[in-house]
């Protein structure tokens, strides 16, 4: 099993910045790739980006420019550095790992934590 724990959310006005972290534990996957999507009230939950083992990252179109994903794999972690951020940004935030590896295919993630709110105050 993979235990996935974000942290990082929090209310912040439009404009700011925000880093959310997502430390992994448990079950090892070695080419798993590691993701972050959202869901606010009332949507459904849309994919945000993913970074692959090989580094290779995906972004979904809302947050292309803005938001950017990395990783410490010493630390099994996962970052989301997330920029200019606005009220639709908000949202429950979750981290979710793949372990086919594939990153930008939603139906592969089979491991989620519990996720982390983002509120961006206009």
């Known amino acids: 099993q993979v235990q996935l724990v974000e942290s990082g959310g929090r209310l912040v006005q439009a404009g700011e910045s925000l880093r959310l972290s997502c430390a992994a534990s448990?079950?090892?996957?070695?080419?798993?790739?590691m993701g972050w999507f959202r869901q606010a009230p009332g949507k459904e939950r849309e994919f945000v980006a993913a970074i692959t083992s090989r580094t290779t990252l995906y972004y979904g179109d809302s947050v292309k420019g803005r938001f950017t994903i990395s990783k410490d794999s010493a630390k099994n972690t996962v970052y989301l550095q997330m920029n200019s951020l606005n009220p639709e940004d908000t949202g429950v935030y979750y981290c979710?790992?793949?372990?086919?590896?594939?990153?930008?295919?939603?139906?592969?993630?089979?491991?989620w934590g519990q996720g982390t709110q983002v509120t961006v105050s206009s």
């Open positions: 979710a790992l793949d372990p086919s590896g594939v990153g930008f295919d939603g139906k592969r993630y089979e491991y």
């Open positions: 448990g079950r090892t996957y070695r080419t798993a790739a």
